[in-house]
Protein backbone atom coordinates (compact mmCIF):
# COMPACT_ATOMS: atom_id res chain seq x y z
CA UNK A 1 0.00 0.00 0.00
CA UNK A 2 1.17 3.73 -0.69
CA UNK A 3 0.42 6.04 1.88
CA UNK A 4 0.74 9.38 -0.28
CA UNK A 5 -2.70 10.24 -1.53
CA UNK A 6 -0.80 12.17 -4.10
CA UNK A 7 0.46 9.20 -5.96
CA UNK A 8 -1.77 7.21 -8.50
CA UNK A 9 -0.39 3.68 -10.01
CA UNK A 10 -2.59 2.16 -13.20
CA UNK A 11 -1.78 -0.89 -14.61
CA UNK A 12 -2.94 -2.94 -17.32
CA UNK A 13 -2.34 -6.55 -18.59
CA UNK A 14 -2.69 -4.97 -21.73
CA UNK A 15 1.89 -5.44 -23.35
CA UNK A 16 2.65 -1.64 -23.38
CA UNK A 17 6.43 -2.30 -25.09
CA UNK A 18 8.51 0.26 -24.09
CA UNK A 19 10.17 2.16 -26.94
CA UNK A 20 14.05 1.44 -27.38
CA UNK A 21 16.66 4.13 -26.23
CA UNK A 22 17.87 4.31 -29.90
CA UNK A 23 15.01 4.87 -31.95
CA UNK A 24 14.70 8.97 -31.65
CA UNK A 25 18.15 8.94 -33.14
CA UNK A 26 17.17 6.71 -36.10
CA UNK A 27 14.10 9.11 -36.24
CA UNK A 28 16.57 11.77 -36.74
CA UNK A 29 18.85 10.13 -38.79
CA UNK A 30 16.18 9.09 -41.31
CA UNK A 31 14.69 12.16 -41.79
CA UNK A 32 18.07 14.65 -42.41
CA UNK A 33 19.10 11.64 -45.32
CA UNK A 34 15.18 12.09 -46.75
CA UNK A 35 15.62 15.96 -46.19
CA UNK A 36 18.61 15.71 -48.54
CA UNK A 37 17.03 13.25 -50.91
CA UNK A 38 19.50 10.52 -49.96
CA UNK A 39 17.24 8.19 -49.56
CA UNK A 40 15.78 8.75 -53.03
CA UNK A 41 19.30 8.27 -54.57
CA UNK A 42 19.65 5.13 -52.52
CA UNK A 43 15.78 3.57 -53.84
CA UNK A 44 16.79 5.15 -57.45
CA UNK A 45 21.22 4.75 -57.90
CA UNK A 46 21.59 1.12 -56.17
CA UNK A 47 20.69 -1.47 -58.01
CA UNK A 48 21.53 -5.10 -57.81
CA UNK A 49 20.49 -8.62 -59.53
CA UNK A 50 17.39 -9.99 -57.97
CA UNK A 51 18.46 -12.27 -55.28
CA UNK A 52 15.64 -14.72 -53.56
CA UNK A 53 14.02 -11.89 -51.44
CA UNK A 54 10.43 -11.30 -52.52
CA UNK A 55 9.35 -8.01 -52.87
CA UNK A 56 12.32 -5.61 -51.59
CA UNK A 57 14.32 -3.72 -52.70
CA UNK A 58 17.95 -2.57 -51.34
CA UNK A 59 16.53 0.44 -50.02
CA UNK A 60 14.46 -2.00 -47.38
CA UNK A 61 17.81 -3.52 -46.60
CA UNK A 62 20.02 -0.68 -46.05
CA UNK A 63 17.58 1.01 -43.63
CA UNK A 64 17.52 -2.63 -41.37
CA UNK A 65 21.74 -2.50 -41.89
CA UNK A 66 21.23 1.70 -40.64
CA UNK A 67 19.06 0.90 -37.81
CA UNK A 68 21.00 -2.42 -36.47
CA UNK A 69 24.11 0.37 -36.17
CA UNK A 70 22.86 3.02 -34.44
CA UNK A 71 21.00 0.78 -32.10
CA UNK A 72 24.38 -0.77 -31.16
CA UNK A 73 22.29 -4.40 -30.14
CA UNK A 74 24.62 -7.18 -29.60
CA UNK A 75 22.96 -9.19 -32.35
CA UNK A 76 20.83 -9.30 -35.47
CA UNK A 77 18.24 -11.07 -33.33
CA UNK A 78 18.55 -9.11 -30.78
CA UNK A 79 17.80 -6.14 -32.82
CA UNK A 80 14.73 -7.90 -34.72
CA UNK A 81 12.95 -8.60 -31.23
CA UNK A 82 13.43 -5.11 -29.91
CA UNK A 83 12.35 -3.89 -33.36
CA UNK A 84 9.43 -5.94 -33.26
CA UNK A 85 6.80 -3.84 -31.72
CA UNK A 86 7.08 -0.87 -33.63
CA UNK A 87 7.63 -2.30 -36.86
CA UNK A 88 4.68 -0.50 -38.57
CA UNK A 89 7.00 3.02 -37.62
CA UNK A 90 9.88 1.79 -38.75
CA UNK A 91 10.34 1.56 -41.91
CA UNK A 92 7.37 4.61 -42.81
CA UNK A 93 10.55 6.33 -41.25
CA UNK A 94 12.42 5.09 -44.32
CA UNK A 95 9.49 5.45 -46.80
CA UNK A 96 9.23 2.10 -47.16
CA UNK A 97 6.34 0.24 -45.75
CA UNK A 98 6.97 -3.53 -44.58
CA UNK A 99 9.93 -4.84 -43.09
CA UNK A 100 11.49 -7.25 -44.11
CA UNK A 101 12.52 -11.07 -42.18
CA UNK A 102 15.62 -11.55 -40.50
CA UNK A 103 15.85 -14.44 -43.44
CA UNK A 104 15.38 -11.84 -46.39
CA UNK A 105 18.19 -9.73 -44.84
CA UNK A 106 20.36 -12.75 -44.87
CA UNK A 107 19.30 -13.99 -48.23
CA UNK A 108 20.09 -10.00 -49.70
CA UNK A 109 23.80 -9.70 -48.23
CA UNK A 110 24.74 -13.08 -49.15
CA UNK A 111 23.29 -11.69 -52.91
CA UNK A 112 25.14 -8.44 -52.53
CA UNK A 113 28.12 -7.87 -55.52
CA UNK A 114 30.50 -5.74 -55.99
CA UNK A 115 28.85 -3.39 -58.50
CA UNK A 116 25.95 -3.15 -55.68
CA UNK A 117 28.77 -2.37 -53.20
CA UNK A 118 30.64 -0.02 -55.27
CA UNK A 119 27.51 2.01 -56.03
CA UNK A 120 26.97 2.51 -52.73
CA UNK A 121 30.22 3.62 -52.20
CA UNK A 122 29.92 6.09 -54.94
CA UNK A 123 27.09 7.42 -54.00
CA UNK A 124 28.70 8.05 -50.40
CA UNK A 125 31.61 10.14 -51.68
CA UNK A 126 29.47 12.20 -53.68
CA UNK A 127 26.56 13.23 -50.89
CA UNK A 128 28.71 13.42 -47.71
CA UNK A 129 31.90 15.29 -48.37
CA UNK A 130 30.65 18.30 -49.48
CA UNK A 131 27.90 18.01 -47.00
CA UNK A 132 27.86 21.10 -45.11
CA UNK A 133 31.65 22.10 -45.81
CA UNK A 134 33.31 24.58 -48.20
CA UNK A 135 37.22 24.42 -48.88
CA UNK A 136 37.76 27.12 -45.88
CA UNK A 137 35.98 25.26 -43.31
CA UNK A 138 37.46 21.87 -43.89
CA UNK A 139 40.34 22.51 -41.64
CA UNK A 140 44.04 21.96 -42.78
CA UNK A 141 47.53 23.03 -41.28
CA UNK A 142 50.14 25.14 -42.81
CA UNK A 143 53.39 24.96 -43.19
CA UNK A 144 56.52 27.43 -42.01
CA UNK A 145 55.95 28.60 -45.47
CA UNK A 146 52.42 29.31 -45.95
CA UNK A 147 51.08 25.68 -47.67
CA UNK A 148 48.26 24.27 -46.81
CA UNK A 149 48.03 20.84 -46.39
CA UNK A 150 45.10 18.61 -45.29
CA UNK A 151 46.01 15.43 -43.53
CA UNK A 152 44.39 11.91 -43.71
CA UNK A 153 44.72 9.49 -41.74
CA UNK A 154 44.94 5.52 -43.40
CA UNK A 155 45.13 3.02 -40.50
CA UNK A 156 44.14 -0.44 -40.80
CA UNK A 157 42.21 -2.07 -37.80
CA UNK A 158 41.62 -5.50 -37.04
CA UNK A 159 38.22 -7.76 -35.89
CA UNK A 160 38.97 -11.48 -34.64
CA UNK A 161 36.75 -14.17 -34.81
CA UNK A 162 37.14 -17.24 -32.39
CA UNK A 163 36.22 -20.77 -33.84
CA UNK A 164 35.55 -23.91 -31.90
CA UNK A 165 37.71 -26.40 -31.70
CA UNK A 166 36.75 -29.56 -34.02
CA UNK A 167 38.20 -33.02 -34.51
CA UNK A 168 40.73 -33.45 -36.66
CA UNK A 169 40.11 -37.02 -38.43
CA UNK A 170 41.20 -38.18 -41.86
CA UNK A 171 38.26 -40.20 -42.41
CA UNK A 172 35.85 -37.31 -41.27
CA UNK A 173 35.43 -34.71 -44.04
CA UNK A 174 36.57 -31.30 -44.03
CA UNK A 175 35.81 -28.92 -42.29
CA UNK A 176 33.14 -25.82 -43.48
CA UNK A 177 33.55 -22.87 -41.13
CA UNK A 178 31.13 -19.25 -42.11
CA UNK A 179 34.27 -17.48 -41.75
CA UNK A 180 35.89 -18.65 -44.30
CA UNK A 181 34.96 -16.37 -47.06
CA UNK A 182 35.29 -12.79 -44.80
CA UNK A 183 37.92 -13.82 -42.37
CA UNK A 184 41.34 -15.77 -42.56
CA UNK A 185 44.65 -16.57 -40.15
CA UNK A 186 46.44 -13.36 -39.55
CA UNK A 187 48.08 -10.85 -37.02
CA UNK A 188 45.50 -10.40 -34.20
CA UNK A 189 47.42 -8.02 -31.80
CA UNK A 190 45.85 -7.96 -28.20
CA UNK A 191 42.40 -9.42 -29.44
CA UNK A 192 41.64 -12.82 -28.90
CA UNK A 193 40.42 -15.18 -31.85
CA UNK A 194 41.93 -17.97 -34.40
CA UNK A 195 41.00 -15.74 -37.82
CA UNK A 196 40.81 -12.26 -38.21
CA UNK A 197 39.62 -9.33 -40.80
CA UNK A 198 41.35 -6.24 -41.72
CA UNK A 199 39.61 -3.33 -42.82
CA UNK A 200 41.72 0.05 -43.70
CA UNK A 201 39.85 3.30 -43.15
CA UNK A 202 40.54 6.74 -44.47
CA UNK A 203 39.90 9.52 -42.05
CA UNK A 204 40.36 13.43 -42.73
CA UNK A 205 41.83 14.24 -39.41
CA UNK A 206 40.66 18.01 -39.51
CA UNK A 207 37.07 17.47 -39.33
CA UNK A 208 36.73 13.50 -38.47
CA UNK A 209 35.34 12.72 -41.73
CA UNK A 210 34.85 9.17 -43.16
CA UNK A 211 36.78 8.92 -46.24
CA UNK A 212 36.13 5.29 -47.21
CA UNK A 213 36.35 2.10 -45.00
CA UNK A 214 37.80 -1.15 -47.45
CA UNK A 215 38.00 -4.79 -46.12
CA UNK A 216 39.56 -8.15 -46.78
CA UNK A 217 40.65 -11.32 -45.01
CA UNK A 218 43.25 -11.92 -42.57
CA UNK A 219 45.76 -9.47 -43.05
CA UNK A 220 44.54 -8.32 -46.36
CA UNK A 221 45.68 -6.57 -49.41
CA UNK A 222 46.93 -3.23 -48.17
CA UNK A 223 48.82 -2.08 -50.89
CA UNK A 224 45.15 -2.62 -53.28
CA UNK A 225 43.28 -1.16 -49.70
CA UNK A 226 45.72 1.83 -49.78
CA UNK A 227 45.26 2.48 -53.83
CA UNK A 228 41.32 2.49 -52.65
CA UNK A 229 41.76 5.29 -50.32
CA UNK A 230 44.05 7.28 -52.61
CA UNK A 231 41.24 7.63 -55.31
CA UNK A 232 38.54 8.22 -52.58
CA UNK A 233 41.21 11.06 -51.03
CA UNK A 234 41.70 12.60 -54.95
CA UNK A 235 37.77 12.47 -55.41
CA UNK A 236 37.69 14.71 -51.68
CA UNK A 237 40.08 17.08 -53.23
CA UNK A 238 38.27 17.31 -56.82
CA UNK A 239 35.31 18.26 -54.76
CA UNK A 240 37.09 21.22 -53.42
CA UNK A 241 39.01 22.48 -56.15
CA UNK A 242 42.15 21.57 -54.01
CA UNK A 243 45.25 19.94 -55.69
CA UNK A 244 46.44 16.57 -55.10
CA UNK A 245 49.62 17.59 -53.44
CA UNK A 246 47.70 19.14 -50.73
CA UNK A 247 47.05 16.15 -50.10
CA UNK A 248 48.98 14.63 -46.36
CA UNK A 249 48.86 10.83 -45.15
CA UNK A 250 50.00 9.91 -42.11
CA UNK A 251 50.56 6.67 -42.12
CA UNK A 252 51.91 3.74 -39.84
CA UNK A 253 55.09 1.33 -40.36
CA UNK A 254 53.07 -1.43 -42.05
CA UNK A 255 53.13 1.14 -44.86
CA UNK A 256 56.75 2.17 -44.43
CA UNK A 257 58.42 -0.16 -47.20
CA UNK A 258 60.25 1.12 -50.54
CA UNK A 259 57.25 -0.37 -53.19
CA UNK A 260 54.36 1.44 -50.95
CA UNK A 261 56.18 4.78 -50.46
CA UNK A 262 56.93 4.71 -54.17
CA UNK A 263 53.29 4.27 -54.84
CA UNK A 264 52.03 7.27 -52.49
CA UNK A 265 54.95 9.29 -54.47
CA UNK A 266 53.42 8.08 -57.70
CA UNK A 267 50.14 9.21 -56.49
CA UNK A 268 51.38 12.72 -56.30
CA UNK A 269 50.09 13.04 -52.46
CA UNK A 270 52.73 14.16 -49.11
CA UNK A 271 53.49 11.12 -46.78
CA UNK A 272 54.84 10.74 -43.39
CA UNK A 273 55.45 7.39 -42.35
CA UNK A 274 57.65 5.04 -39.91
CA UNK A 275 59.90 3.35 -41.74
CA UNK A 276 59.31 -0.39 -41.64
CA UNK A 277 62.86 -1.77 -42.00
CA UNK A 278 66.61 -0.47 -40.97
CA UNK A 279 68.67 -0.90 -43.68
CA UNK A 280 68.48 2.73 -44.70
CA UNK A 281 70.76 3.90 -41.42
CA UNK A 282 73.81 2.05 -42.89
CA UNK A 283 73.92 4.36 -45.66
CA UNK A 284 77.42 6.19 -45.55
CA UNK A 285 74.94 9.98 -45.12
CA UNK A 286 73.16 8.70 -42.30
CA UNK A 287 76.55 7.15 -40.41
CA UNK A 288 78.13 11.16 -41.57
CA UNK A 289 74.84 12.79 -39.98
CA UNK A 290 74.68 10.91 -36.83
CA UNK A 291 78.34 11.95 -35.77
CA UNK A 292 76.87 15.72 -35.24
CA UNK A 293 75.08 16.72 -32.69
CA UNK A 294 71.21 16.24 -33.16
CA UNK A 295 68.91 18.54 -35.09
CA UNK A 296 66.70 18.78 -32.48
CA UNK A 297 66.41 17.27 -28.78
CA UNK A 298 62.69 16.29 -27.40
CA UNK A 299 60.96 14.96 -24.44
CA UNK A 300 58.02 12.39 -24.68
CA UNK A 301 55.66 13.40 -22.48
CA UNK A 302 54.20 10.24 -21.44
CA UNK A 303 57.91 9.14 -20.49
CA UNK A 304 59.19 12.07 -20.11
CA UNK A 305 62.91 10.63 -22.29
CA UNK A 306 64.72 12.61 -23.97
CA UNK A 307 64.88 11.98 -27.61
CA UNK A 308 67.25 13.34 -30.44
CA UNK A 309 66.24 14.04 -33.79
CA UNK A 310 68.71 14.14 -37.09
CA UNK A 311 67.75 15.03 -40.16
CA UNK A 312 69.29 13.17 -42.70
CA UNK A 313 68.25 15.08 -45.71
CA UNK A 314 67.27 13.74 -48.72
CA UNK A 315 68.26 10.24 -49.92
CA UNK A 316 66.72 7.89 -53.24
CA UNK A 317 64.40 4.68 -51.41
CA UNK A 318 66.31 2.18 -53.20
CA UNK A 319 68.76 1.83 -56.58
CA UNK A 320 66.01 3.46 -59.48
CA UNK A 321 63.48 4.86 -56.78
CA UNK A 322 62.89 8.28 -56.17
CA UNK A 323 64.26 9.90 -52.57
CA UNK A 324 62.57 10.89 -49.31
CA UNK A 325 63.40 12.77 -46.63
CA UNK A 326 64.67 10.30 -43.61
CA UNK A 327 64.26 11.53 -40.46
CA UNK A 328 66.24 9.63 -37.06
CA UNK A 329 65.29 9.56 -33.65
CA UNK A 330 67.48 8.28 -30.86
CA UNK A 331 66.71 7.78 -27.26
CA UNK A 332 69.06 5.71 -24.49
CA UNK A 333 68.33 1.87 -24.91
CA UNK A 334 66.61 0.58 -21.47
CA UNK A 335 68.69 -1.36 -19.52
CA UNK A 336 70.21 -5.23 -20.89
CA UNK A 337 66.93 -7.79 -21.01
CA UNK A 338 64.41 -5.25 -21.11
CA UNK A 339 62.82 -5.60 -24.75
CA UNK A 340 62.34 -3.01 -26.85
CA UNK A 341 59.29 -2.66 -28.49
CA UNK A 342 59.54 0.33 -30.73
CA UNK A 343 62.66 0.49 -33.06
CA UNK A 344 65.75 -0.87 -33.01
CA UNK A 345 68.84 -1.27 -30.22
CA UNK A 346 72.52 -0.79 -31.87
CA UNK A 347 74.81 0.02 -28.74
CA UNK A 348 73.49 2.35 -26.39
CA UNK A 349 71.13 3.51 -28.42
CA UNK A 350 67.46 3.11 -29.89
CA UNK A 351 66.59 3.97 -33.40
CA UNK A 352 63.70 4.75 -34.59
CA UNK A 353 63.29 6.03 -38.67
CA UNK A 354 60.50 8.13 -40.14
CA UNK A 355 60.22 8.21 -43.80
CA UNK A 356 58.25 11.60 -45.69
CA UNK A 357 58.53 14.80 -48.46
CA UNK A 358 57.83 16.88 -46.36
CA UNK A 359 60.54 19.99 -47.38
CA UNK A 360 63.05 21.12 -45.32
CA UNK A 361 62.46 24.49 -45.61
CA UNK A 362 58.53 23.67 -44.39
CA UNK A 363 58.87 21.12 -41.33
CA UNK A 364 61.80 21.78 -39.10
CA UNK A 365 62.57 17.84 -38.09
CA UNK A 366 60.66 17.94 -34.40
CA UNK A 367 57.48 19.92 -36.73
CA UNK A 368 57.37 16.49 -38.31
CA UNK A 369 57.73 14.03 -35.56
CA UNK A 370 55.00 16.05 -33.73
CA UNK A 371 52.53 15.44 -36.84
CA UNK A 372 53.47 11.92 -36.93
CA UNK A 373 52.65 11.25 -32.98
CA UNK A 374 49.83 13.77 -33.50
CA UNK A 375 48.05 10.97 -34.53
CA UNK A 376 46.77 10.83 -30.68
CA UNK A 377 44.55 13.58 -31.48
CA UNK A 378 42.24 11.56 -33.46
CA UNK A 379 43.08 8.37 -32.28
CA UNK A 380 39.39 8.37 -30.16
CA UNK A 381 38.00 8.22 -33.75
CA UNK A 382 39.18 4.57 -34.22
CA UNK A 383 39.05 3.90 -30.50
CA UNK A 384 35.58 1.71 -31.17
CA UNK A 385 38.01 -0.33 -33.72
CA UNK A 386 40.37 -1.82 -30.10
CA UNK A 387 37.11 -3.02 -28.75
CA UNK A 388 36.75 -6.49 -28.53
CA UNK A 389 33.71 -7.07 -30.77
CA UNK A 390 31.48 -10.36 -30.65
CA UNK A 391 31.26 -12.39 -33.84
CA UNK A 392 27.35 -12.48 -33.69
CA UNK A 393 27.57 -8.14 -34.16
CA UNK A 394 28.82 -9.20 -37.73
CA UNK A 395 25.82 -9.75 -40.30
CA UNK A 396 27.11 -11.78 -43.38
CA UNK A 397 29.51 -14.34 -44.02
CA UNK A 398 30.49 -13.40 -47.25
CA UNK A 399 32.67 -10.61 -48.62
CA UNK A 400 30.93 -8.13 -50.24
CA UNK A 401 27.56 -8.66 -47.76
CA UNK A 402 29.77 -7.86 -44.91
CA UNK A 403 32.14 -4.76 -46.68
CA UNK A 404 28.34 -3.10 -47.30
CA UNK A 405 27.46 -3.03 -43.68
Same mark, same amino acid.
Given at each position: ?14 D? &? ?34 R????? &? ?99 R ?9 C ?13 V ?55 A ?46 Q ?6 ? &? ?13 V???D ?19 H??? &? ?52 E ?17
Amino acid at each position: MIPNPCIEVHTSPVDH &PAVPPWFAEVVIIAQHLATKRLLEAFAQQIRLVRGRFGRYE &PIDFLALLLGYAISGERTLSEFFDSLAPFQTAFMPLFGRRDLPHRSSLSRFLATVDRPCLEAFRTLFQQQSFKEGWTAETIGGIFDRQGRRYLVFDVDATRQAARQRALPCDPALPAAKRRFDAVCAPGYKGRKRGEVVRTRTTALQMHTRQWIGTYGNRGNGDYQGELASALQAIKTYLAHFALPTEAALLRLDGQYGDAVVIAQLMEAGVHLITRGRTYRMLERPQLQRVLTH &PPSARVTALNTGEVVELFDGGWLPLDEGLPQVRVIVARHAAP &PAGRKVRVGKRIGEWVYELFITTLPIDGFLVEDALDLYHGRGAFEAVLSDEDVEEDPDRWCSYTECGQELY
